[in-house]
T-cell receptor, first 116, second 112 residues
Framework: AQSVAQPEDQVNVAEGNPLTVKCTYSVSGNPYLFWYVQYPNRGLQFLLKYITGDNLVKGSYGFEAEFNKSQTSFHLKKPSALVSDSALYFCAVRPGPSGGYQKVTFGTGTKLQVIP | NAGVMQNPRHLVRRRGQEARLRCSPMKGHSHVYWYRQLPEEGLKFMVYLQKENIIDESGMPKERFSAEFPKEGPSILRIQQVVRGDSAAYFC??????????FGPGTRLLVL
């Protein structure tokens, strides 16, 4: 069965410092990987995805993520954190193309707190 | 292009009442997904529907919960005889195919 692990419930980082939110996954075959952000009392907003191609994916709001197949990871990164980046971040995975329905599995979320 | 719309945004019900949550997918999207988010917990998949068909309901509780996505109109998640444990945020997502899902703002259900 496929799974996603976000090992940190919360990440604290000082404003202006680089941030990393970790995600590892388990899935059969090649994965599709996603990051979403959720602000308080809001729905999830799509940030970026890896489908194929370049392992470094750039997304919204200056975020990027690196697909590492050998480590089965897809960590979210940003060079310089902003206070407004404080939110809940979800990693998600599904198997790659197979000609049929494939469920997306979400991680439990990591709360990012950027300290002024 | 309007995003995924959900209504109501907040819903209060007493135990034993019915809750109806509506989701209008983005224009051109024929795939709808429902998720439940409990306080301080992650996102739990409930059901995946295409027009007039339930594709995957493996995350739906066996009783009291049902979902539909008719040919015309929004997708409906229906909870009968609500209990306090049903209090949660319910999110709908839509996609044009089976890749990126786009989420609505959610319906926050409070059962008194």
């Amino acid at each position: 069965a496929q799974s996603v692990a976000q090992p940190e419930d919360q990440v604290n980082v000082a404003e202006g410092n680089p941030l990393t939110v970790k995600c590892t996954y388990s899935v059969s075959g090649n994965p599709y990987l996603f990051w979403y952000v959720q602000y308080p009392n809001r729905g999830l907003q799509f940030l970026l995805k890896y489908i194929t191609g370049d392992n470094l994916v750039k997304g919204s709001y200056g975020f990027e993520a690196e697909f590492n197949k050998s480590q089965t990871s897809f960590h979210l990164k940003k060079p310089s954190a902003l206070v407004s980046d404080s939110a809940l971040y979800f990693c998600a995975v599904r198997p790659g193309p197979s000609g049929g329905y494939q469920k997306v599995t979400f991680g439990t979320g990591t709360k990012l707190q950027v300290i002024p | 292009n309007a995003g995924v719309m959900q209504n109501p945004r907040h819903l209060v019900r007493r135990r034993g009442q019915e809750a109806r949550l509506r989701c209008s997918p983005m224009k051109g999207h024929s795939h709808v997904y429902w998720y439940r988010q409990l306080p301080e917990e992650g996102l739990k998949f409930m059901v995946y529907l295409q027009k007039e068909n339930i594709i995957d309901e493996s995350g739906m509780p066996k009783e009291r919960f049902s979902a539909e996505f008719p040919k015309e109109g929004p997708s409906i998640l229906r909870i009968q005889q609500v209990v306090r444990g049903d209090s949660a945020a319910y999110f709908c997502a839509s996609s044009p195919g089976e890749k990126t899902q786009y989420f609505g703002p959610g319906t926050r259900l409070l059962v008194l």
